[in-house]
């Protein structure tokens, strides 16, 4: 077992992804004693344990690094347009080497509890090992898409061959060659792995529940010319991000498609699948606001799939109907569509068909209408079934606050944070990337590094101060959360049944939890917290 994590910390960082590297570096920085406890082997969060075929960002890489340090902006070569795992786990490690952070660091350990000592205003924090670390402040640094899960389909345990979920992936890999090979899900991993898994399987069997809409990437190696390029005025360009509401370099256009002709809608909806990537949701003001003006995209995508795809009985099994486009996250392929071509890949559309049960040979699928029962007979089982998202791996930990409140009880109904930052009741705990913040809604490193200077400098202010306790007031709190409602409540985004409001997990309450407030807006609305003596937070 590892040595266990110092006993008395000033700041206890939970996890060792993107958001809690930056964290330890910037706390240790300013002369914190800072220490982070990760569970997995090494440091990268969700980029340590996606290491699935084609695993790889939906994010330009570009965008998707850090900007506190000119000296790595300037060392690391990015080489593709979007990074794969492999190339971002690797710059994980790198900063870790490069800023010297893993000495603060104690892997393969996991926080199973936090209790709040009211005497002391102090969080107590217990490992798996049942070591014990006392912490003035946490950083819950835990992810937003880090507890995968499996679907609870009766007799997954029954499978003969290996069972692996796309978000838990062995580091020495899969071996899938010539095998009979079925994937379920068809989200980012899904698609990401399809492809790959279908270059090497002998055949492969792709369950499909909801189709998703799924537009091209476009991936190609990076131009060194224009990264040198970016590299000069790379402070600039982030800035830019900084104050987008994205987080990103998307342009957003004004235009809308209600207004629009068909042909300009069709002319300019070509120009952004030809470009690749996500951006195609902002090639018209009205496309995330208006179900008219989606459904004019959302058949332009089902077009492209009726010519991409020879068999129209598929084509039509892939077609996304009945929730807007964009409203689940927009899904990037690279030769998904040409995958689904191929004469060893079947797709089995599980809205006709639903998965019944799993057995020792494979999976059996019921139809819907007939009650036929089919069993799809494989070697190899993989689940790209996506993730307890934004509070799972908060909730996983046994939370006590103030008055022997559990976040569990608190959170029965849904999250409730004030800015996604803070949670009433829970004095000196904050949240990177959490619920009611822009998290995934966002490039989330940038997110991750307004979280981060932001809670430091907070942190600063209370030792300044001679302070020793942070809490978020209730009736700021109930506001925050009634904010990002309505904001929600003005897009389409809550009426598709995605993971961004719960709907992925049975039982999960139905909240929507990213801010969709923007970015820039955001970091503003932070700022003036910041400036008024952090308003809406009670220090002591
Ligand atoms: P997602 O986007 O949650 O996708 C999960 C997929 O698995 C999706 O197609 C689901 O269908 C399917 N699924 C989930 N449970 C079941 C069951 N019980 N039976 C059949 N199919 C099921 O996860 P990803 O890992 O692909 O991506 C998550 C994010 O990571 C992604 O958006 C990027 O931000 C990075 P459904 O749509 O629920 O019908």
């Excluded at 980029?47 to 960002?57: D, E, H, I, V």
């Excluded at 190696?221 to 990264?227: F, H, I, M, S």
């Excluded at 470009?275 to 089902?302: C, H, M, Q, W, Y």
């Excluded at 009985?313 to 996250?329: D, Q």
């Amino acid at each position: 077992r590892p040595a266990p994590p110092p006993g008395d910390l000033d700041v206890l960082v939970v996890g060792a992804g993107f958001a809690g590297l930056y964290a330890l570096y910037r706390l240790r920085e300013t002369g914190h004693r800072v220490h982070a406890v990760e569970a997995a082997g090494g440091v990268g969060g969700v980029w340590y344990w996606n290491r699935y075929p084609g695993a790889r960002c939906d994010i330009e890489s570009v965008d998707y690094c850090y900007s506190f340090s000119d000296e790595l902006v300037k060392e690391w070569d990015w080489t593709e347009r979007y990074p794969a795992q492999p190339e971002i786990l690797a710059y994980l490690n790198h900063v870790a080497d490069r800023f010297a952070l893993r000495r603060d660091i104690t892997f393969d350990t996991r926080i199973t509890a936090l209790t709040f000592d009211e005497a002391a205003d102090r969080w107590t924090a217990r490992t798996a090992y049942g070591d014990l670390v006392s912490a003035r402040h946490v950083i819950m640094a835990t992810g937003q898409l880090s507890v995968a899960r499996l679907p609870d389909i009766p007799g997954i345990d029954d499978f003969a061959g290996p069972v692996h979920h796309t978000g838990d992936w062995p580091h020495e890999g899969v071996d899938v060659a010539g095998k009979r090979v079925g994937v379920v899900g068809t989200g980012s991993s899904g698609v990401q792995a399809i492809p790959r898994i279908a270059e090497q399987a002998g055949h492969l069997t792709v369950f499909q529940r909801t189709p998703h809409y799924v537009v091209p990437a476009r991936n190609r190696p990076l131009d060194p010319a224009y990264a040198a390029e970016l590299k000069t005025r790379f402070e600039e360009y982030r800035e830019q991000a900084r104050n987008h509401p994205g987080g990103t370099h998307r342009v957003l256009r004004e235009e809308l498609a209600k207004e629009a002709t068909p042909e300009e809608i069709r002319t300019t909806l070509e120009e952004y699948w030809a470009k690749g990537g996500p951006d195609i949701l902002a090639s018209f003001k009205d496309l995330t606001t208006d179900l008219e003006a989606n459904e004019k995209a959302a058949e332009f995508v089902r077009g492209k799939i009726r010519e991409l795809v020879r068999d129209p009985a598929v084509a039509e099994a892939l077609s996304p109907r009945g929730y807007p486009f964009g409203s689940k996250r927009l899904v990037l392929e690279i030769g998904y569509y040409d995958a689904l071509n191929r004469d060893d890949v079947r797709l089995v559309d599980t809205l006709a068909a639903p998965i019944e049960r799993i057995t020792a040979e494979g999976v059996v699928i019921r139809g819907t209408e007939d009650g036929r029962e089919e069993l799809h007979e494989l070697d190899v089982l993989m689940f790209a079934t996506g993730f307890d998202a934004l509070t799972g791996a908060l909730l996983k930990i046994d939370i006590q606050g103030r008055d022997g409140l559990g976040l569990r009880e608190k959170w029965a109904a849904g999250p409730r944070t004030y800015l996604g930052l803070s949670t009433h009741g829970f004095p000196n705990m904050f949240f990177m990337a959490g619920p009611g913040s822009p998290s995934v809604l966002s490039n989330v490193v940038v997110s991750i590094e307004q979280h981060v200077e932001w809670v430091t400098e907070h942190i600063e202010h209370l030792r300044a101060n001679g302070l020793t306790r942070s809490e978020a007031d209730l009736d700021q709190e109930d506001a925050w959360v009634e904010h990002v409602n309505d904001v929600a409540a003005q897009t389409l985004y809550p009426t598709g049944n995605s993971w961004y409001l719960g709907a992925n997990v049975p039982g999960k309450p139905r909240v929507f939890m990213p801010y969709l407030g923007g970015v820039g807006h955001y970091r503003q609305v932070c700022a003036e917290v910041a400036a008024n003596g952090y308003r809406g937070f009670t220090l002591s």
